[in-house]
């Protein structure tokens, strides 16, 4: 069977990927956010988001065909929330109808907007994972031009806590020398902790031509040292250049100890490192979190 807009979650198959299998589903084509560090615009391009034709006419025919074990991850790469979100309300009507056909759902968002949303996700077997990669305000103002502040999203955070919706945090990506300081980043832990999250998903940030471009013309300053970490020092693995392997674990380390010492769950992303110090929760992307929830 053919899908029309529901895919396998199927990330360049690499082996590095240990999400659970899942569907992933996006209402919208392209991300305002335009985020300098994007791994997506590589195929989607950068551009605004835009409503998918026919969204919901051919989500509901997908719908009648999909496994219904497995669960639907809004959104892989187009966030669900993007500003557009608040007039034409496309991802909300998209929860309606999963509520309606009773599908698990994961919410991964950088916005606020998904506080709107809670009388259905409350309604829902659902849980979110909101990203926030800084608590410097000034600094995710260039990263993720068009995303709300860091603050803006710690406090939709606490809201869907409050409210009994199982929440996590992706700490995605790390990027040397602007936000891999240490201390930072275990505050960053701590303040996500404090406002509710049950877990944590971070890192490292792996360049592709286009993001690399993005971000050594916005952070001109740090052209040549980025690239001989990344082209010179790190390693080419499966179409990304990655940082050199030691320092990938010493960077990840900073956020999973953290997380180990307050109790939450954590786990990284397509690092290809295994034991306990990257990795110690059901599934990697936040997707057990909604059984959380069922046992309220």
Known sequence: MRFQVIRLFDPWKSPLCTCPL???????????????????????????STPKKDFLKKLRRDLR?????????LS?????????????????????????YRVRT???????????????????KAAVMITITTLDQSLAKKLEPGAPSPKERLIALKKLSEEGIPVGVRIDPIIPYLNDEPSELR???????????????????????????????????????????YYMRGERIRGYRYLPSNMR?????????????????????????????????????????IMLKNLR
């Open 65 to 73: 065909f999909i496994d219904k074990k497995l669960l639907v991850e």
């Open 249 to 289: 674990k010493q960077l990840l380390h900073y956020v999973t100890s953290r997380a180990r010492e307050k109790g939450v769950t954590y786990a990284v992303c397509r690092e290809g490192f295994q034991g306990i110090e990257y990795f110690n929760a059901p599934s990697c992307d936040g997707s057990h979190l």
């Open 187 to 229: 505050e960053l832990v701590d303040a996500v902790i404090a406002y509710g999250a049950k877990h944590i998903v971070t890192s490292t940030y792996k360049a592709r031509p286009d993001n690399f471009r993005r971000l050594i013309t916005v952070f001109s300053d740090l052209k040549s040292r980025l690239y001989n970490l």
């Open 22 to 48: 899942k569907y992933s589903l996006h209402p919208y084509t392209g991300c305002s956010h335009f985020c300098l560090y994007c791994y997506a615009t590589s195929y989607i391009g950068l551009k605004p």
């Open 76 to 100: 892989t790469s187009s966030d669900p929330y993007p500003p557009i979100e608040k007039s034409i309300e496309l991802t909300r009507k998209t929860l309606s109808i999963l509520h309606e």
């Open 106 to 124: 994961l919410i991964t968002t950088k916005s606020n907007i998904v506080v709107r949303d809670i009388d259905l996700l409350k309604k829902m």
